[in-house]
């Protein structure tokens, strides 16, 4: 329980943008289910079509390692979840 208010506390700080609540969001939302991911790739600055944010998790315990995509919108300040995958470890 507490790590759980601990995540929500970490998302006000982290992914609150223009009026909407860290928790809120859909980075907001994956933190505070997942915590932290174990490996970001951040390809939102760059000058690309499509700026995103990648984050991985590793499930040790399922073997499983599962990605989250999130594009960049509103002029990369806000991201939106397109996509999760699944794979075996």
Same mark, same amino acid.
């Given at each position: +329980?507490?790590?759980f208010y601990t995540r929500v506390d970490s998302t006000l700080k982290l992914f609150s943008n223009r009026g909407r609540l860290g928790w809120e969001t859909d980075l907001g939302k994956i933190y505070?289910?997942?915590g932290p991911p174990a490996e970001i790739l951040a390809r939102s600055l760059a000058p690309i079509p499509t700026?995103? *944010?990648r984050w991985t998790y590793f499930d040790k315990r399922e073997g499983k390692r599962i990605d989250y995509l999130?594009?960049?919108i509103d002029g990369r300040k806000e991201y939106e *979840? @397109? +996509? @999760?995958t699944e794979s075996d470890l």
């Amino acid at each position: +329980e507490k790590e759980f208010y601990t995540r929500v506390d970490s998302t006000l700080k982290l992914f609150s943008n223009r009026g909407r609540l860290g928790w809120e969001t859909d980075l907001g939302k994956i933190y505070i289910s997942n915590g932290p991911p174990a490996e970001i790739l951040a390809r939102s600055l760059a000058p690309i079509p499509t700026p995103y *944010l990648r984050w991985t998790y590793f499930d040790k315990r399922e073997g499983k390692r599962i990605d989250y995509l999130f594009r960049a919108i509103d002029g990369r300040k806000e991201y939106e *979840l @397109t +996509e @999760t995958t699944e794979s075996d470890l």
